[in-house]
């Protein structure tokens, strides 16, 4: 399977815990995007990576997000001390520069639900 | 104001009717617009894409740009059960290719 792939695809933690997703593009995609996605809602921006580099994280994300791509190949996206309001459905995409830029793939998403 | 909106619906629209789906940007110097399709419980998947004014057809779909109006639309002739689906405007806001989307407008095609 040479789709984007996301682990774990749920995770139930209790409020105050840290979670971890990981995500691994599609081989030859060099830039990497997390959403988060909530019901009734459109996928709302948190950050992106071309290669390793971070360019930039989202304004409405507090300091307890924080995400890596150390090789530029698979992503981390850590959240401390979760909050009920962060569950919601983690989207990873990847994508290739240029011409296919804005041409997302999506993996199937890591579900959080905080208790 | 909102960097994408989109009428959140449902809209509702008959089998084999034209369904019309409408978007709105805030940043005028965007050069990059994409539809994507979200059905329950999956993920989005690219549908159209579309970078200069006017119209681009792919089959059934039709996207539709007016840069000077800030105005994206996606129409969808002879529609069907199968594009039941919450439907997704996507911009690239910038040269680093940051990609925002709207919040959706679910379409429900009735039998």
């Known amino acids: 399977d040479t789709g984007v792939s996301q682990d774990p695809r749920h995770k139930i933690t209790k409020r105050g815990q840290n979670v971890t997703f990981r995500c691994d593009p599609i081989s030859e995609h060099n830039r990497l995007y997390w959403y988060r996605q909530t019901l009734g809602q459109g996928p709302e921006f948190l950050t992106y990576f071309q290669n390793e580099a971070q360019l930039e994280k989202s304004r409405l994300l507090s300091d307890r997000f924080s995400a890596e791509r150390p090789k530029g190949s698979f992503s981390t996206l850590e959240i401390q001390r979760t909050e009920q309001g962060d569950s919601a459905m983690y989207l990873c995409?990847?994508?290739?520069?240029?011409?296919?830029?804005?041409?997302?793939?999506f993996g199937e998403g890591s579900r959080l639900t905080v208790l | 104001q909102k960097e994408v909106e989109q009428n959140s619906g449902p809209l509702s629209v008959p089998e084999g009717a034209i369904a019309s789906l409408n978007c709105t940007y805030s940043?005028?110097?965007?050069?990059?617009f994409f539809w994507y399709r979200q059905y329950s419980g999956k993920s989005p998947e690219l549908i159209m894409f579309i970078y200069s004014n006017g119209d681009k057809e792919d089959g059934r779909f039709t996207a539709q740009l007016n840069k000077a109006s800030q105005y994206v639309s996606l129409l969808i002739r002879d529609s069907q059960p199968s594009d039941s689906a919450t439907y997704l405007c996507a911009v690239n806001m910038n040269r680093d290719d940051k990609i925002i989307f709207g919040k959706g407008t679910r379409l429900h095609i009735l039998p």
């Open positions: 995409a990847s994508s290739s520069p240029g011409q296919g830029a804005g041409e997302l793939f």
């Open positions: 940043d005028r110097g965007s050069q990059s």
